[in-house]
């Protein structure tokens, strides 16, 4: 289970790539022919020429024979090339930088499931379109970024900056005070609007009243290109079958459809809408949206406050 990806680290901490965690190992001297070695070099569980992994360590200093080929043992390792001198090149000891920050991702998924409540559902982190929620992918990039610069700098600012703002986030998220996308607020039941493919400077701007339903997301689509007085929206509503973006989407019968005229316009169940833009803006044909929306009368997420059991002592 992984919360973020290497390119959310990027987003947070652009240079973390600097913290890689490879050494450089010095002083390789001939040992047989094109066979080299370095001596005092510490312990080394990969070995890399500029770069490049030189993949498994062979079975013994006698088969290191073809280029690239290494061994290590007792603080000495041995590498063979016969075309560079290895003191020409970097060669360096370590970790692959991506399974590093695989790994620290991973950790820091781990430790933010240990740190917030266990009443917040995990399997409930992920938005409409099956990824996790910013907050979550946000929060795990921070910790494994200050994971990563404490790695080579325990004591960095920067590192501590960075969890500053995890620890805030999980402080948020456990008190209630943070909306995660499957916990629904009061005022829900005025819809969220979401733009899908929209061209023309005509658009919705705002909705009216209360849903009075349970769930949908309501389907709006501009039928007929035109300014306002002209353009034609129309509006799908879900029912047993499908939700109305659903059936906007496979063409299905709209349930309403009426001239944009400025004014609050229903899209079903009690929710209006109002498209708005200047004299001269006009609505492009299948420009659509997604209205979510829930019930007024379904019941508000709010935090999970908990209680601390105390005992005299």
Known sequence: MAYCTNRDLKDIFPSIDEF??????????????DRYKAENCGLITQLFASGENLGAAESGSGNVTANGEWYYIDDVVYYYNDVSNPNDLLMEDGEDWGDLRTRFISNASKYLDSRLDSMLPREQFKDQDGNYDYIIVRTTALLACSFLIRASEPTSEIASALWDEADKNIASLNEGSTKLSWQTTGDASMGVIREGSVSGALRIVDTRGAYTGVYDKI????TTAGAMGTAIYAYWAGDSDNLGAEKMNNSDTKSYSDTINGTYQPVGNGLYIRFAGDTADTATINDYWEIEVTGKDEKADLGY???ISMTRR
């Open 20 to 33: 890689d965690t490879k050494t450089a190992v010095y002083g390789w001297v001939t040992d047989s022919g």
């Open 305 to 307: 406050p908990r209680t």
């Open 219 to 222: 389907g709006v689509k501009i």
